[in-house]
């Protein structure tokens, strides 16, 4: 490869990095308008964050306890029909080190909704199904499945209470 070549592989590389952060900061600036527009249509509270407060709020979640540098962003926060609810991004660090003493940090990010009621229930989570999921059911984690074949497809849904899970796993709770 001549040295003209490898400038213009350089320029390309340099230029796609760009456009993909450039690309990261829309989508960011979208989703947050958005979510400050649902907000203030729900009538409840926006507030982009990052708050730190919220993983150590409710660390007794497991997903909310792993990793370091956890915080909450785009948080919704209010009343939903007489409850409080909370609404949030989340973000988590791992880290990992490999054979040859190289260390890598891997950043994860997903969302919660978190409604408060007056009661005592059991477990449940819903997530959406992926391949993690699915390996996780070869060694023995079955997740509930539901008469809708799309919404079983779609959502990996786990309780230690399956009458519960049916309970809330409806058509009525899902619709707004």
């Known amino acids: 490869m001549n040295e003209s070549s490898v400038w213009l592989v350089a320029v ?27 907000s203030a249509r729900l009538g409840v509270a926006f507030d982009p964050g990052p708050d730190r407060s919220i993983p150590d709020r409710f660390n007794f979640l497991k ?13 919704l926060s209010g009343e939903f029909r007489q409850n409080d609810a909370l609404v949030f991004d989340y973000h988590y660090e ?25 009661a005592v229930f059991p477990n449940l989570t819903i997530r959406h199904a992926n391949f993690f999921t699915k390996v996780a059911e070869v ?19 786990r309780s230690p209470d399956r009458k519960f899970a049916y309970d809330v796993c409806n058509t009525r709770a899902f619709s707004i």
């Open 12 to 38: 390309l590389m340099i230029g796609g990095i760009i456009v993909v952060a450039v690309y990261g900061v829309i989508a960011a600036k979208k989703r947050r308008d958005a979510l400050a527009m649902l």
């Open 63 to 75: 997903q909310l306890a792993q990793g370091s540098n956890r915080y909450a962003l785009n948080i």
């Open 94 to 118: 791992t880290t990992s080190t490999d054979s040859k003493g190289n260390t890598q940090t891997q950043d994860h990010w997903f969302s919660f909704f978190i409604l408060t009621l007056p």
């Open 139 to 157: 060694f023995g984690y079955q997740d509930i499945k539901f008469e809708s074949a799309e919404f079983s497809k779609t959502f990996c849904v």
